[in-house]
């Protein structure tokens, strides 16, 4: 599993309001695998682009404006914050009304989080540390945002694994109690595809109960440090002492270390490790230590020897680790866990301790395994968080099929479709006769899966405008021709501007199967799109078993997982 897959784009409004807040829509970029991917935002517009002002009929833009990857937070009305009392880690009712007196940092937390939840937690335990005496006038605050982990022992693991358990008071309670909790909040929370999905939200509250400020969290590790800087300045302005914040950081972009280029990162146990391109394939892992709380990463580190043998007998790529040390709770953390295994490792194991290199590499959750050809093009990636972590046989499996296919293969013309497809089931040849063509509403797409019905399915949402989708597309219209005669490939257009956008796409790449319409995202009760490109893999009794947001960079990547979801190959 685990944690924050999408989030609203609207920020939340106001507890205890009905109208939107006051402040100023900014660019909001949230990253997949190799692009970016456009979120859904009220009618389909893909990125809004308006700066906070500097002041009355001011329009200079400073570097926290400009910068994606940090939020200078939108100011709120100043009401009181709506009151809550849950359970604290250690099993003690705390309320917020309590903390009057104190400026309360409340954030929204999946107890179980691996991606965006960890990098709002590390900042605002830098943020307190970051006004010295002054940071015990702060309250740290969390909120579970699970509701399919709301017992004690989530909230405690999780405070524990980040080295928070007495530096935060992480509450739970009922799932009735949360869910009020949530709504008073705005803090969306849903289940999709055994995903847990919640507004990554942090509200800043005054010693009077008041809410100042909303922030929502970017995914992005190199930042983490930049935005406990925008939190601590803000308490401090705050706080009746307005104490100096000890950080003096720039907030202009900090550049990542794209996949294309070398770098030198501490190798633990001592000594340097090279990252980067070297002329042939290499296979990283990049994971972090507090993972012990949703697996045995001890345990599955060390699976990875079997890989490791195998790769060093010339056939497979290299294996290198990287922990991410930029949100380790502590330097001791990974040697902690690795003193903890029966035996050194057989791979070497880099620290990232900037944040810039698992940024450039696309990582998005934790652990993440990313295989990047020689040239320093990612080929696979696999999510071991939600997607669980691969045997070995599965692993090879996966490398060798990013590996085994070109880069690039352009799919066959419309034209040759019949000829290619002659002699399908009748049910995928009702598939094929609608070749790129656009139908009606997406209320058509259930029945069609249902009289597809034992034929495994792959739908793959896109969108005109979505640069991603433009780019993946020939790969579905290869893979659809290659994998016709015993899957159904079908289309949603999805979020798009109108059927003439979408009809443009599908001028442009030939497709051997139909798309659908939904303007609104939603796949008529099958799922929701909160990001594009995706791909959902169905089985052959009708049931979703895998849905990937983000890019396919390889026709092995998209082969790979066509081979194992839907021919369970």
């Known amino acids: 599993m685990r944690g924050y897959r999408r989030v609203s784009q609207e920020r939340p409004q106001s507890p205890e309001s009905s109208e939107p807040e006051p402040g100023v829509p900014r660019r909001r970029v949230w990253q997949r695998p190799a692009v970016a991917v456009a979120v859904a935002f009220a009618a389909a517009v893909i990125v809004v682009i308006v700066a906070l002002v500097s002041g009355p009929g001011s329009t200079t833009l400073t570097s926290v404006q400009t910068n ?42 999946d107890a179980e989080c691996t991606t965006v ?18 940071g015990d006038s702060v309250e740290l605050l969390g909120v579970n945002a699970n509701p399919d982990a709301t ?90 002492s307005h104490p100096r914040v000890r950080s003096a950081l720039s907030y202009a972009d900090i550049p990542s270390v794209s996949t294309a280029r070398s770098v030198t990162l501490p190798r633990s146990g001592g000594g340097s490790l090279r990252i980067g391109p070297a002329g042939k394939p290499r296979l990283y892992v990049f994971f972090a230590t507090w993972v012990t709380e949703t697996m045995d990463l001890g345990s599955d580190l060390e699976a990875l020897r079997g890989y490791e043998k195998l790769a060093a007998g010339g056939d497979l790529p290299e294996l290198t680790a990287v922990d991410e040390g930029s949100i380790e709770p502590t330097p001791q953390a990974l040697p902690s866990l690795l003193r903890g295994l029966p035996a050194p490792l057989s791979y070497p194991i880099a620290i990232d301790g900037s944040g810039r290199v698992a940024d450039g590499y696309q990582v998005q959750d934790q652990p993440w395994f990313v295989l990047v050809s020689g040239s320093g093009r990612i080929l696979w990636y696999w999510d071991a968080s939600t997607q669980g972590w691969p045997s070995v046989a599965s692993l090879v499996r996966h490398v060798g099929a990013a590996l085994s296919s070109p880069p690039s293969i352009k799919p066959p013309p419309k034209r040759e479709l019949p000829r290619l497809l002659a002699g399908s089931p009748a049910p995928l040849a009702a598939v094929h006769k609608q070749a790129g063509r656009l139908l009606g509403s ?19 949402a ?25 899957v159904a490939f079908l289309g949603v257009d999805a979020l798009d501007y109108g059927a003439s956008y979408g009809l443009g796409f599908l001028a442009k790449h030939p497709l051997s199967y139909p798309s659908y319409q939904s303007p609104s995202g939603e796949l008529d009760g099958l799922t929701g799109v909160f990001g594009l490109p995706t791909t959902i893999f169905i089985n052959r009794a009708g049931k979703i078993i895998d849905k990937n947001t983000g890019i396919y960079d390889s026709q092995g990547a998209l082969d790979g997982d066509i081979q194992h979801y839907a021919l369970g190959e």
């Open 442 to 460: 997406v209320s058509g797409l259930l029945p069609r899966i249902r009289a597809l019905r034992g034929y495994p399915i792959v739908v793959n």
């Open 151 to 240: 017992a004690l022992k989530w909230v405690r693991d999780y405070s524990r694994v980040h080295g928070m358990l007495h530096q935060w008071q992480f509450l739970t309670g009922s799932v009735a109690q949360l869910r009020a909790v949530w709504k008073a909040y705005h803090i969306e929370v849903a289940i999709d595809a055994g995903d847990i999905d919640h507004t990554p939200a942090l509200y800043l509250i005054d010693g009077a109960g008041r809410l100042k400020k909303i922030y929502l969290t970017e995914m992005a590790y190199r930042s983490v440090d930049q935005q406990a800087q925008i939190y601590a300045r803000e308490i401090a302005s705050l706080l009746p």
């Open 117 to 134: 939840c960890p990098l709002t937690t590390a900042a605002m335990v830098q943020a307190k540390s970051l006004l010295g005496a002054a």
């Open 68 to 109: 994606p990857d940090l939020d200078p937070g939108t100011p709120l009305h100043g009401r009181v914050a709506p009151n809550f009392t849950l359970t604290s880690q250690f099993g003690r009712p705390v309320s917020l009304r309590s903390l009057r007196g104190h400026i309360v940092l409340l954030a929204f937390n």
């Open 462 to 486: 896109w969108a005109s405008w979505c640069g991603p989708c433009n780019q993946e597309a020939p790969l579905f219209g290869y893979a659809s021709v290659h994998y016709g005669r015993q």
